[in-house]
């Protein structure tokens, strides 16, 4: 095989990008350690881990939301905040398309499971996982390759060639 059969398309990620990755990445770490919170305060009350409550009763996060929190972090491209790193292309819009629907399905789960609940004050911990969710969402979304340069690497990582202009 020749040098250009082996080159790949990789994004240049900007300020943008890297930004909404570490805050995307953030969310996710969030939502574990409120899922670690509520494993650890699952005999007692905290307002801050638990989604409601009544005088007898409190809900609190199950170990389904283990599931979710993981498969978003693993469908999600993350781009750290490093000069010069590259976001392969193949696959990249699919990923975020994953993630975000991801992201999107547990608040339709958060939503549907609060909602359910009658006779229930809703905790400080649905607002926090509800707000994770949103955010975690909206920075997915705001790492859409829009107006990224596009370059050439080899196997190796290594830029072969100059970045395209930005499209107008």
Not at 12 to 19: A, C, G, K, N, Y
Not at 38 to 67: C, E, H, I, M, N
Not at 90 to 96: D, E, N
Not at 108 to 131: N, P
Request: glycine share 10%; hydrophobic share 50%; aromatic share 6%.
């Amino acid at each position: 095989m020749s040098g250009s059969d082996q080159l790949r398309e990789a994004y240049l990620p900007d300020r943008r990008v890297r930004l909404a990755s570490d805050v995307a990445a953030l969310c996710v770490a969030g939502l574990l350690i409120g899922l670690l919170g509520s494993g650890l305060s699952w005999w007692g009350r905290s307002a801050l881990f638990d989604l409601a409550s009544t005088p007898l009763q409190v809900v609190k996060l199950g170990l389904g939301y283990l599931v979710g929190p993981i498969a978003i972090l693993a469908a999600t491209p993350l781009v750290f905040g490093r000069a010069r790193q590259l976001a392969l292309k193949r696959g990249f819009k699919a990923r975020l398309v994953l993630a975000a629907l991801l992201w999107l399905t547990g608040l339709v789960i958060l939503i549907a499971k609060v909602s359910a609940l009658d006779g229930y004050t809703i905790e400080a911990g649905t607002y926090v996982t509800g707000a994770l969710l949103v955010v975690g969402l909206l920075a997915t979304l705001a790492m859409w390759p829009t107006g990224i340069p596009v370059v050439k690497i080899d196997r190796n990582g290594a830029e072969r060639t100059a970045p395209r202009a930005r499209p107008t």
